[in-house]
T-cell receptor, first 114, second 116 residues
Framework: AQSVTQPDIHITVSEGASLELRCNYS??????LFWYVQSPGQGLQLLLK??????LVQGIKGFEAEFKRSQSSFNLRKPSVHWSDAAEYFC????????????FGAGTRLAVHP | DTGVSQNPRHKITKRGQNVTFRCDPI?????LYWYRQTLGQGPEFLTY????????KSRLLSDRFSAERPKGSFSTLEIQRTEQGDSAMYLC??????????????FGNGTRLTVT
């Protein structure tokens, strides 16, 4: 069965510092991978997605993620964090059902210090 | 693109009561999903519709839960005889259909249910 692990429950960084959020997945074939962001009391907004091709994908708000098949990882990065990036971040893997049912990790809550 | 709309935003109910939530997907999207999110967890899949057909239900969806999507437009999720364990955020999402499975899901802002 597919699964997603986000090892870090909570991360705190200073504004302007770089950021890397970890995501490991378990999936038998080439996965469809996603990162979503959720602000308090809100729904989820798509940051970026990987389906195939270039393993480094660019997303909105200056985020990028790199797919590493050998490590079963899809880590999210941002070179310089802004206070408005404080939110919860979810990694997700698409199922093989053909209709894009997503399996989510438990999330990483990001706090940004001024 | 007016986005996925969910109503109500918040619902407080007493244990044993029935509740119904509504989701209006993005108009051209024929796939619709319901997810449940509890505090500190990621969303968990509940059910999926392609047009008006409910094609998959999670084991999380007990017989107290029922979802419909008449005419393939809006959807409703009803919970009968609510229990305190039903307290959660209920998220609706939609996506384009067709042959590609690679469309991303667009989420609404959710309905937060509190069962007292």
């Amino acid at each position: 069965a597919q699964s997603v692990t986000q090892p870090d429950i909570h991360i705190t960084v200073s504004e302007g510092a770089s950021l890397e959020l970890r995501c490991n997945y378990s999936y038998g074939a080439t996965p469809y991978l996603f990162w979503y962001v959720q602000s308090p009391g809100q729904g989820l907004q798509l940051l970026l997605k990987y389906f195939s091709g270039d393993t480094l994908v660019q997303g909105i708000k200056g985020f990028e993620a790199e797919f590493k098949r050998s490590q079963s990882s899809f880590n999210l990065r941002k070179p310089s964090v802004h206070w408005s990036d404080a939110a919860e971040y979810f990694c997700a893997v698409g199922s093989p059902g053909g209709y894009n049912k997503l399996i989510f990790g438990a999330g990483t809550r990001l706090a940004v210090h001024p | 693109d007016t986005g996925v709309s969910q109503n109500p935003r918040h619902k407080i109910t007493k244990r044993g009561q029935n509740v119904t939530f509504r989701c209006d997907p993005i108009s051209e999207h024929n796939r619709l999903y319901w997810y449940r999110q509890t505090l500190g967890q990621g969303p968990e899949f509940l059910t999926y519709f392609q047009n008006e057909a409910q094609l998959e239900k999670s084991r999380l969806l007990s017989d107290r839960f029922s979802a419909e999507r008449p005419k393939g437009s809006f959807s409703t999720l009803e919970i009968q005889r609510t229990e305190q364990g039903d307290s959660a955020m209920y998220l609706c999402a939609s996506s384009l259909g067709g042959g590609s499975p690679t469309e991303a899901l667009h989420f609404g802002n959710g309905t937060r249910l509190t069962v007292t």
